[in-house]
């Protein structure tokens, strides 16, 4: 099965800056995403891009909240839609005239995969939090105190760990992390710091 989606243009260009509503965005994921976990992995990484847009990029709420969205909705196809992943959720913000650069920041959070390569500063951060944050939060889930206490180290243990959620690429991550231009480290640092943010009830 090809994700390939065999092209690199993406949405149209007299729509930078036109984002969902937050409101719209919910409903979308509500209404696609059936599965729990999927939808918290989501949540997850939509928090994280946030926070790194403000703290790291200095980007104002606005902004913040194109990196959020690209976040929040990156996966939307992937519980019922499989076999289209990325595909139809392209399709469909680009029918609701979304901004180009949070799809293709979508179209580029796995390049091995749908085959276009993350570019902008979005495209990358959505790229290297992706793997990281559903491996971390699996590591969480078999602690006693969960992220309480959670040290680089024992992050670093797990990823060592090959059949230690085995889905998670460890090269992708390595990948992600050199075109961001950021250490792994430092990634892992921010998850464990923000990620608990994010309400698992």
């Known amino acids: 099965m090809s994700l390939l989606l065999n092209r690199n243009s993406f949405g149209d260009e007299a729509n930078k800056g036109k984002t969902l509503s937050r409101e719209e965005a919910n409903s979308l994921l509500n209404e696609w995403v059936l599965n729990e976990r999927l939808q918290l992995h989501m949540k997850q990484v939509a928090h994280l891009m946030k926070s790194w847009a403000a703290e790291k990029e200095g980007?104002?709420?606005?902004?913040?909240?194109?990196?959020?969205?690209?976040?929040l909705l990156h996966d939307a196809d992937w519980d019922?839609?499989?076999?289209?992943?990325?595909?139809?959720?392209?399709?469909?913000?680009?029918?609701?005239?979304?901004?180009?650069?949070?799809?293709?920041?979508?179209?580029?959070?796995g390049p091995n995969h749908f085959g276009v390569e993350p570019e902008s500063k979005m495209d990358k951060m959505l790229y290297a939090f992706d793997e990281l944050s559903g491996l971390i939060?699996?590591?969480?889930?078999?602690?006693?105190?969960?992220?309480?206490?959670?040290?680089?180290?024992?992050?670093?243990?797990?990823?060592?760990?090959?059949?230690?959620a085995a889905n998670v690429s460890r090269e992708e991550i390595i990948d992600a992390c050199f075109r961001a231009g950021i250490e792994p480290e430092d990634v892992i640092r921010f998850i464990?710091?923000?990620?608990?943010?994010?309400k698992t009830d």
């Open 59 to 71: 980007l104002d709420e606005e902004d913040q909240w194109r990196w959020e969205m690209a976040g």
């Open 80 to 109: 019922q839609w499989p076999d289209e992943h990325c595909k139809r959720i392209i399709e469909e913000l680009e029918s609701r005239n979304v901004d180009p650069e949070i799809i293709h920041a979508i179209a580029s959070h």
């Open 137 to 164: 939060h699996a590591y969480s889930l078999m602690r006693p105190n969960g992220y309480e206490g959670m040290e680089l180290k024992g992050v670093k243990k797990r990823l060592k760990e090959k059949s230690f």
């Open 192 to 198: 464990i710091e923000h990620q608990p943010e994010v």
